[in-house]
Each structure stands twice: as C-alpha cells, then as structure tokens.
C-alpha cells in the first residue's frame, strides 16, 4: 500500500469516527431534553497515551525537521519554534476565552459553542496537516493513532455542547459537519503541501511548525484544568501510558 492510499484510507476512518462519536448527543436531543449532566466520559488511557505521542511528534519530529528546513531555506532565526509557540499561544487564548464566557453565562450561548468549534477546529484541522506532511509510514501511523485515540472523546463532548446550546437544528448540524471535515481537509492539504514543496520549499516548514505547536497545545495544556496531563499527573497509570507514546515517538525518531 502507497503511504499516498493510506493517508486517504486514514482521512476516511477518522471522518467516521468523528460522525460516529457524536451522532448520540443529535439522536437523544431530538427525542427529548439532552442531559445536563451528559459528558464526554472518561478515555483516560487512551487520552494519555495522544497526549505522548502529540508531545513526541512535536518536540521530536516536527520543530527539528522544520528547523532544518528553515535553515537550509537560508532563515537561521528561529522561525519554527516563533511559529509554534505562536499558535500554541492562540489556542491558549481561545481556549481562556471560552473557558471565561462559560463561567458568565448559565447556558451555552450560540457565541460560546460556535467559538469552541473554531477552537477545535483549528486543531483538528492541523493534526490532519500533520498526517498528510509526513514522509514516512510510522511516524504517519503512530500519529494517525494519537489521532482517533482522542478523536472519538472530542467528537462526543462537542457534539453534546452543540445540542445544549441555544443553536437550532440547522446551526448546530453545520458547526458539528464543519468541525468532522477539518481532519480528513488538513491531510487532504498536508498531501498537497508536500506535493507542492519543491515550488514553495517554506510551505512545509511553516504547516510543520503549525501543527507542532498545535501538537503541544493537545498533548499538555488542551482542556486546561481537564487536560490529561494535567488531571492524570498523580495516576501513575496514565501517567507511564503518556510516557509509552512520548517514548515511541523517541525511539521511531532513531529511523526518520
């Protein structure tokens, strides 16, 4: 199998699940009153184990592969490190925005749930970048892993605020088909990028940098008070299941 039929193979279970995931919150919205105190559940392991690898992949592959590019561009500076704590801090924002209009309101307003959805967005739409850049089999595999092992939590506790939310059917079901196509559109993009790399050799480099900061964001601060890293840190379980990916992503860095 071509990496090329994989990365689309992969689009498409990742758009699956991501349908999957969060048709239950739209099927018990329609047939009554959604639960308020409906939640994602808890994907610990799996949860932790994206965490790792996120953190791996951004630290290990991602940031010294667009520095060497960078470099070999002829720009010394620093750029992708510049470029991913750029986006990092984005998400911070965005995310400290959210978190700020939620504590203001008593329900979650069309405003509120829409701004989580670019939110989420944004990061799915960079963690597909990452599969589609990437040149090498394993490390497209390991990270299209990371991928659905968070996908299916993220899906479902979106899919859930959307419906509490004061959208109506047509709003929320736009917002829920935005959010499930940015994946499966980012390693659409991240192909195309590496295609077209040899015309605009600072393309690769730049989405690189994107989605290592994009990365970094999801593998410690994403969900802030809830992120795994965060909320996991004194399960040692969960913590040596972060570990495990962060150190798979090590010893796959030896070969690419």
Not at 207 to 216: E, K, W
Not at 235 to 242: C, L
């Amino acid at each position: 199998m071509s990496l090329f039929m994989f990365k689309m193979i992969a689009a498409f279970i990742i758009l699956l699940i991501t349908i999957i995931s969060g048709l239950w919150p739209f099927i018990k919205k329609k047939n009554s009153n959604l639960s308020s105190t409906a939640n994602a559940g808890d994907f610990t392991i799996g949860e932790s184990f994206a965490s790792g690898v996120f953190l791996g992949a951004g630290l290990l592959h991602m940031l010294p592969d667009a520095t060497n590019a960078f470099i070999k561009a002829g720009y010394h500076y620093p750029l992708s490190f510049l470029i991913a704590a750029s986006i990092f801090l984005l998400l911070l924002l965005l995310e400290h925005i959210s978190v700020s209009l939620q504590h203001h309101t008593n329900s979650l307003v069309s405003s509120l749930v829409l701004l989580t959805t670019v939110m989420l967005s944004i990061h799915a739409l960079l963690e597909g970048t990452a599969v589609g850049i990437s040149a090498d089999f394993v490390t497209t595999l390991i990270i299209f892993v990371a991928i659905i092992a968070h996908k299916g939590a993220a899906s479902f506790a979106l899919s859930i605020n959307l419906n509490k939310s004061n959208l109506n059917f047509q709003g929320r079901f736009l917002a829920f088909a935005f959010f499930a196509l940015m994946t499966p559109l980012g390693i659409f993009a991240g192909d195309w990028i590496s295609l077209g790399s040899h015309q605009n050799i600072l393309l690769t480099p730049i989405f690189s940098s994107l989605a290592a900061g994009t990365f970094l964001y999801i593998g410690t601060l994403h969900g802030l008070d809830r992120a795994s890293l965060i909320k996991n840190c004194c399960n040692m379980r969960e913590f040596f299941i972060m570990l495990l990916g962060f150190i798979i992503m090590a010893i796959v860095a030896i070969w690419t």
